[in-house]
DNA sequence: AAGCTGACGAATG
DNA sequence: ACATTCGCCAGCT
């Protein structure tokens, strides 16, 4: 069942269009795991380079980047976002703007498969 | 097996 | 926008 979560997970995180970006609480509410918003981030963490899942575009609820300001990480993200034409101010990105909200029949049928 | 940890969230100043 | 606090929860040790 685990594992069943895990691609779960993946598989809504991978259908973030570019240029938008999702709350991890929000990828666990489309996976079917309401209250699991770290579930998220611990399996992000573990995800594999190899299949390039568009991890970048996953943020905190409030459009802060998960990562300290000015770290590595922080910047290897705040890259690849603006270079999909998001615009990130010091670690924070305007979630009016750029929040994923998919058509809801859309992604049920989406996230069927 | 009982804590500990963390790529979180919501609410408050 | 930033810091604090508290709630949350599964995986890890």
């Not at 069943?4 to 999702?22: D, F, M, N, W």
């Not at 709350?23 to 309401?34: R, V």
């Not at 905190?60 to 990562?67: E, H, P, T, V, Y």
């Not at 034409?85 to 924070?92: M, S």
Request: charged share 25%; aromatic share 8%; with cysteine.
């Amino acid at each position: 069942m685990s594992e069943e979560h895990r691609s779960q997970i993946y598989h809504t995180v991978s259908l973030i269009p570019e240029g938008k970006v999702a709350s991890y609480g929000q990828i666990a509410d489309l996976a079917g795991l309401p209250g699991r918003a770290r579930l998220v981030g611990l399996y992000l963490k573990q995800h594999d380079p190899t299949r390039n899942l568009p991890w970048h575009r996953v943020v905190k609820s409030n459009g802060q980047i998960a990562f300290p300001n000015g770290s590595d990480k922080a910047i290897e993200q705040c890259q690849r976002i603006m270079s999909e034409g998001v615009l990130v101010n010091n670690n924070y990105i305007e979630m009016k703007k750029y929040k994923w909200d998919p058509d809801l029949t859309d992604i049920l049928y989406r996230l069927a498969f």
